[in-house]
Nanobody, 125 residues
Framework: QVQLVESGGGLVQAGGSLRLSCAAS????????MGWFRQAPGKEREFVAA????????VCADSVKGRFAISRDNAKNTVYLQMDNLKPEDTAVYYC??????????????????WGQGTQVTVSS
């Protein structure tokens, strides 16, 4: 059974940092590309960042470039999202996702096959 479990969310002041983790129970984890998405109340789920199986290729949304960084540790079946200089507009539920079926690094929801339950990030002003 595939499970993606996010952790590391919480309440932080603007300008602060958080690191999200996603532990994956995936056979052959290192074959998957991994992504982070977020969803704020009343809004659609949006792409944040993604990483290829070997960590050699990453992509980030323009809204988080220079502030967020995605990485992975294949030995631990874990992907991370380091979030620095957080802003109130970063407040959302953050979701981890895993995919195998697309070429490249998808930046859209349907490009991913498995999803976690999400972790809340709240940034106060």
């Amino acid at each position: 059974q595939v499970q993606l479990v996010e952790s590391g969310g919480g309440l932080v002041q603007a300008g602060g940092s958080l690191r999200l983790s996603c532990a994956a129970s995936l056979r052959s984890f290192n074959n998957y590309y991994m992504g982070w998405f977020r969803q704020a109340p009343g809004k659609e789920r949006e792409f944040v960042a993604a990483i290829r199986w070997n960590g050699g290729n990453t992509v980030c949304a323009d809204s988080v470039k220079g502030r967020f960084a995605i990485s992975r540790d294949n030995a631990k079946n874990t992907v991370y999202l380091q979030m620095d200089n957080l802003k109130p507009e970063d407040t959302a539920v953050y979701y981890c996702a895993a995919g195998l079926s697309r070429l490249g690094l998808p930046t859209f929801v349907t490009g991913y096959d498995y999803w976690g339950q999400g972790t809340q990030v709240t940034v106060s002003s």
